[in-house]
């Protein structure tokens, strides 16, 4: 079946980094694109990073933009998105996802918290 298995989240000064991973297994991961979104305490789903199925094209959010890069390597199913200059309202819960036979996953999420 579909998984997909977020780590490194966790608590970080603002300004400090962090580098979030999805290992993805239960469907020909080189053939799907991979998406991170994200839920801040109280609101809802924001969609934060995507990256196409050969790593070739990548997308962020304007709130992200020039501080957050997503990569992958397809040999290893995995998915990072390295995020730099941290800031209070980056706190949320954030989770990978794809969209496998019409169907959207997700995973558990990782919780990041970035102290001001």
């Known amino acids: 079946q579909v998984q997909l298995v977020e780590s490194g989240g966790g608590l970080v000064e603002a300004g400090g980094s962090l580098r979030l991973s999805c290992v993805a297994s239960?469907?020909?991961?080189?053939?799907?694109?991979i998406n991170w979104v994200r839920q801040a305490p109280g609101k809802g789903l924001e969609w934060v990073s995507s990256i196409d199925n050969r790593g070739r094209s990548t997308g962020y959010a304007d709130s992200v933009k020039g501080r957050i890069t997503i990569s992958r390597d397809n040999a290893k199913n995995t998915v990072w998105l390295q995020m730099n200059s941290l800031k209070p309202e980056d706190t949320a819960v954030y989770y990978c996802s794809a969209r496998v036979g019409g169907r959207d996953y997700r995973g558990q999420g990782t919780q990041v918290t970035v102290s001001s």
């Open positions: 239960g469907f020909t991961f080189i053939n799907y694109a």
